[in-house]
Nanobody, 119 residues
């Protein structure tokens, strides 16, 4: 299973970005999908996650600004980020709990995409 993330970049404070992460491989089903971020010198933290039933989890720091969604037909998760702040600057990683036809269920990570919020 491979996860390919895209959509990062440089944006001014108050701007928006949309991240995408698509999974490929011998996928039977995907349970939870989520986005994490890691800023320099800090631990990786959960940003938002969505279960297969649609249950949402989020960090307080992004409440009301970031929205997560998933397209099960495309094995893809999205993160819409609005009202971006300099403190949102980090490398963003997608994560999925994937059931495969070969190895059972496991946790997989994307390669990370840089988001920089700066004027």
């Amino acid at each position: 299973v491979q996860l390919q993330a895209s959509g990062g970049g440089l944006v001014q404070p108050g701007g928006s970005l949309r991240l995408s992460c698509a999974a490929s491989g011998s996928i039977v089903s995907i349970n939870a999908m989520g986005w994490y971020r890691q800023a320099p010198g800090k631990q990786r933290e959960l940003v938002r996650a969505i279960s297969s039933s649609g249950r949402l989890t989020y960090a307080e720091s992004v409440k009301g600004r970031f929205t997560i969604s998933r397209d099960n037909a495309k094995n893809t998760v999205y993160l819409q980020m609005n009202s971006l702040k300099p403190e949102d600057t980090a490398v963003y990683y997608c994560n999925m709990e994937v059931k495969t036809s070969v190895r059972g269920t496991g946790s997989y990570w994307g390669q990370g995409t840089q988001v920089t919020v700066s004027s």
